[in-house]
């Protein structure tokens, strides 16, 4: 191998419950390897049902990297993640084995294999306040309406319920005049430091669906709505980034008494949905990506032998 040579990467996407991380648990078994997440929720500290996060006994199976990074009132950013994820895959890769990009946050896996440059964005506090406090008052419906007016890329990539986001791409289009998502541009060098692999997995939409619902129903039963007791004791706020997540958010406002637990696990359930198709949106972008099909036990075995197949020869 010369230095020039490309680090292999099999990159394993999808939408949330398509059966990302036990495919790549059992791919990393078949062939030695080792799973960097690429999931924005799961690098938080303390959100381990509501973000579906591996569990001990899958950790043992495998080593999985870029989980419990950041305390749940912290940030992180894709910037963050293309740094921690580039450093993760280096060292597994030192180490003869597979890296392993695994998960569904389609912004952090393109903006790593692809090469995206963000450059930092201004900051006004002032601003920033002012904006809050609008979504406070009018919704945060009504500030992604605004977005989609303004920057409809960054609108399409930011769930509606998404406050910090939402109010963040607004205060960059206030203080620049141009819109977040042209603020971007690809460095083709960093894009080229990966042999990739890429594969998405999916499903027919009633069967992801069904899936997508009885996991929230699963997570509930194990104890969700304490998590979020936790959090909030903690002194994580609204306001935090970890709470804009889906169903995060939803049982802070249950916990607020704005709608009963049977009403918001309803909720939680549509926005995943619909959390899932946008998924499915923002990987459509890219090219590369080979789709595969776990409608069934029968198409499941086969992407495996697909994938596992795939793996042994980067």
Known sequence: MTVADPIPLLVIAGPTAAGKTAMALEVAEQVGGEIVSADSMQIYRGMDIGTAKPTREERARAPIHLIDLVAPDGEYTVVDF?????????????????????????????????????????????????LRQEADELGVAALHRRLQEIDPPAAARIDPGDARRTVRALEVFELTGMPMSAQRHVDADSAAEYNCAEYVLTAPREFLFDRIERRVERMIRAGWLDEVRDLVASGVTRHSQSM?????????????????LAETVGLIERDTRRYAKRQMTWLRGSEGYRWLSMGSDRQRHACTAVIVTTARRL
Not at 95 to 110: A, S
Not at 244 to 260: C, M, S, T
Request: positive net charge; contains cysteine.
């Open 244 to 260: 804009q997540a889906i169903g995060y958010r939803h049982l802070l406002e249950h916990l607020d008494g704005k709608r009963d």
């Open 82 to 130: 293309c740094r921690d994820a580039a450093r993760a895959i280096a060292v597994i890769h030192a180490r003869g084995r597979l890296p392993i990009l695994c998960g569904g946050t389609g912004l952090y896996i393109r903006a790593l294999t692809e090469g995206f440059d963000f450059p930092p964005g201004p900051r006004d506090e002032g601003v920033r306040a002012r």
